[in-house]
């Protein structure tokens, strides 16, 4: 085991050229596989369960395109109404009938969101919801979580700042001190801190963001008390909850995480799975304060490709696939039985699964985090050294210890069986490297 090394040699030279002419030879960062050493692969394709590279390996793919791929790689539905609308044209820059049925779908499945706008990726749905939130509170502050990531606009790139402060600090370079000074960050899972946050600032605070089920920095499933908590202290001083739910949304059965938590936020997020593959974005709530968008409100939001036509009949087809919640509960099965395959085994290790859904996060510490700073940096490491022998074994795995992993519709119990065993095997053999 382990000893067949994959031919790379063409993603090598390719990784060669992109990198003189865009940085670093990716257009996302973790794409460039820094964490885990070694050559990114090109893909060719994509089929179902499996993802084709360059050279021409195949692999069993747990990354779904991070996410939205819960059908698989070109699921044939997806494709067949991908390339009618293609035929009929790409995009009019007008209005069309299939985002106001894609809208409809989204307000009749999810009990919050009474009216709905797309964008065309998470990032532009966070940055449009923040606006839209303190368009219509006149409050400026913002509270997000750490831990949880939204996209990369300026006012969520923001760390925890030192010591007791309570207001964030950039998390990157070129972003404003002035910008994030209005953004205050708190670790999850901590009721006090939640408390006293919101006891003297609450009454300043336009909106609280969280993530469904924060899968973005591992998977840090949160505590019904606490989300309700959350949800109890935005109403009590006026401030919006949102919700962003673009990874767990219509992943975590048809009603998210809200559902999940039995909340009801003010504001939601979606994207991902929304677009089945395609760029999509979408944010929606309230329709009293949805209602302060342009052109009803003064709140200006706007977008050249928002509702593309080919991105909503992607999402259209992969929602009605998804409406009755079978897929959503035999993924939840699979990777229920997939994660025991695996922990029943290593019983006696320091490894772990997290899961919830159809998502999992293969940790190396005994106790499962549920809020930032718990997670192991060793473990981190732990599973950044694997990784390369996993993908030579056939399973392509997210490039870095703080992504999760997404089981898809197209694998089988039979592909999931043989990947648990690669992974113990894999594990046990390596373990004692580490200690
Ligand atoms: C992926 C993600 C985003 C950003 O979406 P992009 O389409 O990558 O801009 C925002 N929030 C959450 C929770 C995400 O998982």
Same mark, same amino acid.
């Given at each position: 085991?382990?000893?067949?090394?994959?031919?790379?040699?063409?993603?090598?030279?390719?990784?060669?050229?992109?990198?003189?002419?865009?940085?670093?030879?990716?257009?996302?960062?973790?794409?460039?596989?820094?964490?885990?050493?070694?050559?990114?692969?090109?893909?060719?394709?994509?089929?179902?369960?499996?993802?084709?590279?360059?050279?021409?390996?195949?692999?069993?793919?747990?990354?779904?395109?991070?996410?939205?791929?819960?059908? *698989? /790689?070109? =699921?044939?539905?997806? #494709?067949? +109404?991908?390339?009618?609308?293609?035929?009929? @044209?790409?995009?009019?820059? $007008?209005?069309?009938?299939?985002?106001?049925?894609?809208?409809?779908?989204?307000?009749?499945?999810?009990?919050?969101?009474?009216?709905?706008?797309?964008?065309?990726?998470?990032?532009?749905?966070?940055?449009?919801?923040?606006?839209?939130?303190?368009?219509?509170?006149?409050?400026?502050?913002?509270?997000?979580?750490?831990?949880?990531?939204? *996209? /990369?606009? =300026?006012?969520?790139? #923001?760390? +925890?700042?030192?010591?007791?402060?309570?207001? @964030?600090?950039?998390?990157? $370079?070129?972003?404003?001190?002035?910008?994030?000074?209005?953004?205050?960050?708190?670790?999850?899972?901590?009721?006090?801190?939640?408390?006293?946050?919101?006891?003297?600032?609450?009454?300043?605070?336009?909106?609280?963001?969280?993530?469904?089920?924060?899968?973005?920095?591992?998977?840090?499933?949160?505590?019904?008390?606490?989300?309700?908590?959350?949800?109890?202290?935005?109403?009590?001083?006026? +401030?919006?909850?949102?919700?962003?739910?673009?990874?767990?949304?219509?992943?975590?059965?048809?009603?998210?995480?809200?559902?999940?938590?039995?909340?009801?936020?003010?504001?939601?997020?979606?994207?991902?799975?929304?677009?089945?593959?395609?760029?999509?974005?979408?944010?929606?709530?309230?329709?009293?304060?949805?209602?302060?968008?342009?052109?009803?409100?003064?709140?200006?939001?706007?977008?050249?490709?928002?509702?593309?036509?080919?991105?909503?009949?992607?999402?259209?087809?992969?929602?009605?696939?998804?409406?009755?919640?079978?897929?959503?509960?035999?993924?939840?099965?699979?990777?229920?039985?997939?994660?025991?395959?695996?922990?029943?085994?290593?019983?006696?290790?320091?490894?772990?699964?997290?899961?919830?859904?159809?998502?999992?996060?293969?940790?190396?510490?005994?106790?499962?985090?549920?809020?930032?700073?718990?997670?192991?940096?060793?473990?981190?490491?732990?599973?950044?050294?694997?990784?390369?022998?996993?993908?030579?074994?056939?399973?392509?795995?997210?490039?870095?210890?703080?992504?999760?992993?997404?089981?898809?519709?197209?694998?089988?119990?039979?592909?999931?069986?043989?990947?648990?065993?690669?992974?113990?095997?894999?594990?046990?053999?390596?373990?004692?490297?580490?200690?």
């Amino acid at each position: 085991m382990g000893g067949i090394m994959l031919k790379k040699d063409k993603s090598k030279k390719l990784m060669d050229l992109a990198g003189r002419v865009t940085p670093g030879g990716v257009n996302s960062p973790v794409r460039a596989f820094k964490s885990v050493g070694g050559t990114p692969i090109f893909i060719d394709r994509g089929e179902g369960a499996y993802l084709y590279d360059v050279d021409g390996n195949k692999y069993l793919d747990f990354c779904s395109s991070w996410g939205p791929l819960i059908l *698989g /790689h070109a =699921d044939p539905d997806v #494709v067949a +109404a991908v390339k009618t609308q293609v035929e009929r @044209g790409m995009t009019f820059g $007008a209005t069309t009938e299939l985002e106001y049925q894609l809208a409809d779908f989204i307000v009749s499945q999810i009990d919050a969101v009474e009216s709905i706008r797309f964008v065309s990726s998470g990032t532009e749905a966070v940055m449009s919801v923040i606006r839209t939130a303190r368009g219509f509170t006149g409050r400026d502050l913002i509270l997000k979580f750490e831990g949880c990531y939204h *996209g /990369h606009s =300026d006012h969520l790139l #923001v760390q +925890a700042g030192s010591g007791l402060a309570t207001f @964030g600090q950039p998390s990157s $370079a070129g972003v404003p001190e002035a910008i994030t000074s209005q953004t205050a960050v708190l670790p999850l899972d901590d009721e006090e801190a939640l408390q006293e946050f919101f006891d003297h600032h609450g009454d300043k605070l336009a909106a609280a963001i969280i993530e469904g089920i924060p899968a973005n920095n591992g998977l840090l499933i949160q505590r019904h008390d606490y989300m309700r908590l959350l949800r109890a202290l935005t109403e009590k001083h006026g +401030a919006l909850l949102i919700l962003d739910e673009v990874i767990t949304g219509f992943r975590v059965g048809m009603g998210g995480a809200a559902a999940y938590y039995g909340i009801h936020p003010d504001l939601l997020t979606y994207g991902k799975i929304i677009g089945g593959g395609m760029p999509v974005g979408a944010f929606g709530g309230r329709s009293d304060v949805m209602n302060v968008l342009s052109p009803l409100g003064p709140v200006y939001q706007a977008g050249t490709l928002s509702g593309n036509p080919v991105a909503m009949v992607a999402g259209l087809t992969t929602l009605a696939k998804l409406a009755n919640g079978r897929i959503q509960a035999e993924l939840e099965e699979k990777n229920r039985r997939f994660v025991s395959r695996i922990t029943s085994r290593l019983t006696n290790s320091t490894f772990n699964i997290a899961g919830i859904a159809s998502i999992f996060w293969l940790v190396f510490q005994r106790d499962l985090p549920r809020d930032a700073k718990s997670i192991d940096r060793d473990g981190i490491a732990h599973y950044n050294r694997m990784h390369d022998k996993i993908l030579e074994q056939g399973l392509y795995l997210p490039p870095s210890g703080y992504e999760v992993c997404f089981i898809s519709a197209a694998q089988t119990d039979d592909m999931l069986d043989d990947a648990a065993d690669i992974l113990v095997a894999t594990i046990k053999q390596e373990a004692h490297q580490w200690v």
